[in-house]
Each structure stands twice: as structure tokens, then as C-alpha cells.
């Protein structure tokens, strides 16, 4: 299995899946549709289903780009195309609020990377799943969020979700 460690938080690759190809720019969400769900309440182990869109030309990430980006605190996913990290706890603007009066919440942040310098008009859907696990005591946050990122970006976009508690 795949798996590190960064900022005392394990995170492991369950899976990275193509699901399909040559999807029309026009049919593609610009944002990750994501899920989280506790696996096991003792250890504070969850697991994060990422379903997103990325351009269909994807470049590999080579060692000197590697080093170059500074990729040091996450995993390499389909052949070295995407890399999966974690960027730590961030407080984040949105319209999600734990109470009325507040704008911000606490997130762990998990960027989905690659790298392409072309626009293209083709996109391949991805599902990713991993399971990352805190240690004790660790910071609390109220959600992940997860933004895709191309390593020569425009704009970078993400979403916030939080975990379910009505049924744990």
C-alpha cells in the first residue's frame, strides 16, 4: 500500500481509478465532488472519496520537477501523474459556518497536483480514495477541503466538505 506520514498525519491510497476519457470541457465540473466518512471512531481514521476532472493531458511528474515543486508530503497516484497531498490545517472563507456569526472554519487541506501547460478540451474523470488517519489529540477541524491544482496554474479551485455526524 501506498502511505505517508506528514505533520503526524497518516494518510494511505486505497485506490486512484481512470473511470473515463475524452469528456467535452463542456460536461466538466471545474470543481472535486468529495465525500468523508469516519471508519473507525476509536483511532480517528477517515476515509475521503474524491471524484474529479483533470485534463486528459496530463504530463508525469519527473524528479527534477518533483524537486523543483517542492512535492514532499503526499503520494504519487496513476503512474506519477497526480500527486495527492496535504497541505495541513487552514482556516478557510466560506459560506458552510458552525455558527450563524461565523464565515470561517477550520479545514484540513488536501490538494489533488499535476502538471499540463496546454488548455485542452478533453478531460479524464478520476476516483480517488484514501484513508487518513490522526494521531491523538491532534488540531481539530471542522472539514477537508480539497482543491485541484496544476502545478502551472490559472486558477485552482476546491471543495469543502465536512463529515457526517448524525449517523456515527
Not at 471508519?39 to 524537486?67: C, F, G, H
Not at 495541513?88 to 497536483?113: N, W, Y
Amino acid at each position: 500500500m501506498n502511505t505517508i506520514t506528514s505533520a503526524s498525519v497518516s494518510i494511505t491510497e486505497v485506490f486512484c481509478k481512470k473511470m473515463s476519457e475524452n469528456i467535452p470541457s463542456r460536461f466538466v465540473s471545474a470543481l472535486p465532488m468529495v465525500s468523508i466518512h469516519r471508519i473507525e471512531k476509536s483511532l480517528n481514521t477517515y476515509r475521503v472519496n474524491i471524484t474529479t476532472y483533470l485534463p486528459s493531458n496530463i504530463t508525469p511528474l519527473t524528479d527534477s520537477w518533483v524537486k523543483e515543486l517542492n512535492l514532499n508530503s503526499g503520494l504519487f497516484l496513476d503512474e506519477k501523474k497526480i500527486y495527492l497531498s496535504y497541505k495541513g490545517v487552514r482556516k478557510i472563507d466560506t459560506l458552510i459556518t458552525k455558527a450563524q456569526s461565523e464565515q470561517s472554519i477550520f479545514c484540513r487541506r488536501f490538494d489533488v497536483e499535476y502538471y499540463t501547460t496546454e488548455k485542452v478540451d478533453d478531460h479524464s474523470l478520476y476516483h480517488i480514495q484514501f484513508n487518513y488517519k490522526l494521531p491523538p489529540n491532534s488540531q481539530l477541524a471542522d472539514a477537508i477541503i480539497v482543491i485541484n491544482t496544476n502545478e502551472d496554474p490559472e486558477t485552482d479551485r476546491g471543495t469543502v466538505t465536512s463529515v457526517r455526524t448524525d449517523d456515527q
